[in-house]
């Protein structure tokens, strides 16, 4: 590979090292989400994200237990099939395995929640374009197709067509022996990934094992409590309050969260609350700030026992976090 070459595979891809929860509201490149670190340990992998020729890509692998909220894009349509999932993996509130892809239009609301090893990749392009690829391919899918987020489950050989697509192109991105950043071969890239995802489609579709993952009740009952948490973020809200304003018993409440997230949410709550602290201290950039006005600002004032609480979850101390910047 000549020098140019290599440089334009620097400007071409980057690959993100996750240290922690923080590092996910770029899970996808170009999205700006919400994450929440759900169980103990810190959040671990990589993303890595590539132009090609004019299509947004990102591969995540991580480890971990977290979840996400918002919107994948705000101007574009977003495919994405999950590499690896050998513990929890829900998008929205339906369980996912590995090979099952998603269609996310932009400004969709999407939720997910991952534990134990993940993988993920997604590629963003205009609608129109995705849809010229179907055209050349005589795949014909109705318009309703693109315009609400849905996951799906296509047939084997599909899958494993697209699985194997995502691999050699993940291995394309991490070599330098490749040579995925000259614009012929990105966009050669770009065509086979996205070809890929119209046959699983098409397959799922044709062969009627298409598995729509509707938006559930429990979803919204999580996303109404979530947007109410996040409302009163200089506090830690009560059961009660969140019940109240959603009108519904706390045992609904509860079914909902541990049917979507695995958690209770007394302590979906708190954890929140501890990652936008570790954000706001890993995002300090050396900035005239201490852990106690950080974490008061989240509402937490016994600050011996927010301490230990944020070391539970995250492996180490507040302080730690804030003396690396």
């Known amino acids: 590979m000549t020098e140019n070459t290599t440089n334009m595979m620097a400007d071409t891809v980057r690959v993100l090292p996750v240290n922690g929860i923080e590092a996910m509201q770029e899970g996808v490149k170009g999205a700006s989400v919400e994450p929440t670190q759900l169980g103990k340990g810190a959040v671990r992998g990589k993303l890595t994200f590539a132009d090609l020729g004019g299509s947004d890509l990102t591969i995540g692998r991580l480890s971990g237990s977290l979840a996400i909220n918002g919107p994948l894009s705000q101007d574009r349509l977003v495919l994405g099939v999950l590499l690896e999932a050998n513990d929890t993996s829900r998008q929205w509130s339906t369980s996912t395995r590995t090979g099952d892809v998603g ?16 993988g993920y990749l997604t590629i963003s392009a205009d609608l129109d374009d995705i849809r010229e690829r179907a055209k050349f391919h005589e795949i014909r899918l109705p318009r309703k197709f693109w315009r609400r987020g849905q996951m799906y489950r296509g047939s084997i050989n599909a899958m494993r067509h ?30 086979e990934i996205i070809d890929a995802f119209l046959y699983n489609f098409d397959g799922a579709v044709g062969l009627e094992q298409l598995r729509h993952v509707a938006f559930r009740d429990p979803q919204r009952v999580v996303r109404q409590a979530q947007e109410y948490i996040w409302q009163h973020s200089h506090r830690a809200v009560s059961l009660e309050e969140i019940c109240g304003d959603l009108r519904l018993s706390g045992r609904s409440l509860h079914r909902a969260f541990h049917s979507v997230l695995d958690i209770s949410p007394a302590a979906y709550a708190r954890n929140w609350r501890l990652t936008q602290v570790r ?6 950039n050396g900035a005239d700030v201490s852990v106690t006005e950080i974490a008061t600002r989240f509402g937490f004032w016994e600050l011996g026992r927010f301490s230990a609480q944020f070391r539970a979850l995250f492996g180490e101390l507040p302080s730690q976090v804030l003396a690396r910047q």
């Open 279 to 284: 954000r706001h201290l890993a995002q300090s």
């Open 162 to 191: 697209l699985l194997k697509t995502s691999q050699s192109i993940e291995a394309a991105l991490t070599d330098s022996r490749h040579s995925i950043s000259i614009p012929s071969a990105a966009a050669s890239a770009r065509r």
């Open 103 to 118: 269609v996310f239009p932009a400004m969709t609301e999407h939720a997910s929640r991952y534990s134990g090893q993940s």
